[in-house]
């Protein structure tokens, strides 16, 4: 936190890296910074945007998707909020040119390893979940810890090469003990902070990454006290996330079965659209955007659902303003959503009977009212 005026706690300043990108990436965004100037002013706390291009939009300014004065951009603040990156007018570039390897090469040099994807069922939604009520038990209320740092993503030779006469591809699954170590430790925090329930997800009946994976979490289950520690494999995981999901808790796992299962996670809960996430490292600058893509196909006509980048806003402030005002803000944040469900308001994506259909800057607009209406009632 940055204090500007010679130790005067109570101006908190907040130096926020935007990043918009591709797609409904900058209507969504659009929609968080609206919510989160209504937030940090209910709380007293200023925040000042530096926007950027990323991905896309930043290949046809520069022909990289994430130029180094953008990087050093985020660098310098204090944490970094994403809309989506990616579209079909870049997908035939080579690999290092891809709006993919933008995000791929921000989250590594920010350092970010932990990516806390909240899954939630509001209770408002309850009949757009795609499950019947029997399955959906007492709600779906878990916290996916997905590795971020290494896997799939990151591991070499990743490449597709001329072999005898075919081409072959190759990926490769890399993890190192310490990568593994810190992230299921944060993860058994978090267990411990919540219902006392871990499940670590992988496949080590075929991976050695899998195996050294299930070592580390049976070698330190010891030190947190009152967590049940589960394995699992992940084909079992994905049946049982939607036959069962009432009984998850904490899930951790790598970076790849990570990323497949919370997309399922946002199905489960009505929408991928709402899921937001935060992504974090060992410098307290994190990264924040929601769970969901670009989503070509409903740019620019005002029907994505904002909501899971504002909550993203939301963890921004509960992450980056490690005190009392940064909760709060979250907390308006958390509320005015719930509220705005509450009233029967949906996007298209949750469109079911007796919900009010509304634009994505509408959406955007009701967050930001029901926040101000808070803050009246509490005058
Ligand atoms: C996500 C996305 C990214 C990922 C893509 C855009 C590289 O799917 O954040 O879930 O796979 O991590
Ligand atoms: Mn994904």
């Not at 409904?24 to 000042?48: D, H, L, N, R, W």
């Amino acid at each position: 936190m940055d204090s500007e005026t010679g130790g005067e706690a109570s101006k908190a300043r907040l130096r926020v890296a935007l990043l918009p990108g591709d797609g409904i990436g900058p209507e969504v965004t659009a929609q968080a910074v609206k919510v989160m100037k209504a937030a940090a002013s209910a709380e007293g706390v200023s925040v000042v945007f530096n926007q950027m291009p990323i991905g896309g939009e930043a290949i046809e300014q520069t022909g990289e998707p994430i130029p180094e004065r953008v990087l050093a951009g985020c660098q310098r603040s204090d944490a970094v909020f994403l809309g989506a990156v990616g579209g079909p007018r870049w997908n035939n570039l080579p690999r290092a040119k891809r709006p993919e390897t933008g995000l791929l090469a921000l989250r590594q040099e920010l350092g970010l390893w932990a990516n806390l994807r909240p899954v939630k069922m509001y209770d408002p939604l309850a009949n757009a979940s795609p499950l019947r009520p029997e399955s959906l038990g007492h709600g779906v209320d878990m916290m996916v810890v997905r590795e971020l740092s290494g896997g799939l993503y990151y591991g070499r030779p990743s490449e597709c090469r001329e072999e005898g006469n075919g081409r072959v591809a190759v990926d490769t699954m890399w993890y190192t003990s310490r990568q593994i170590e810190r992230v299921v430790r944060l993860a058994f925090t978090l267990a411990q902070e919540r219902r006392g329930h871990l499940l670590s997800v992988d496949k080590a009946n075929v991976l050695s990454c899998s195996r050294l994976w299930r070592e580390i979490v049976d070698g330190v289950v010891s030190d947190y006290p009152g967590v049940r520690a589960e394995h699992m494999y992940v084909d079992a995981a994905a049946a049982e996330l939607v036959l069962r999901p009432h009984r998850f808790d904490v899930v951790v796992t790598e970076n790849m079965f990570g990323d497949i299962l919370s997309d399922l996670g946002g199905a489960l809960v009505g929408s991928l659209g709402l899921l937001p996430s935060a992504s974090l490292g060992d410098d307290g600058r994190g990264l924040f955007e929601p769970v969901h893509g670009s989503a070509p196909s409903l740019a620019g006509q005002d029907k994505a659902n904002p909501l899971g980048a504002i909550l993203s806003a939301a963890l921004l402030f509960r992450y980056s303003l490690p005190d009392g005002r940064g909760a709060g803000a979250a907390d308006r944040i958390d509320c005015a959503v719930l509220q705005v469900l509450r009233d029967g308001y949906r996007t298209l994506d949750l469109e079911v009977s007796g919900g009010r259909i509304v634009g994505t800057r509408a959406m955007g607009d009701l967050v930001v009212e029901a926040i101000d209406g808070g803050m009246r009632n509490e005058k």
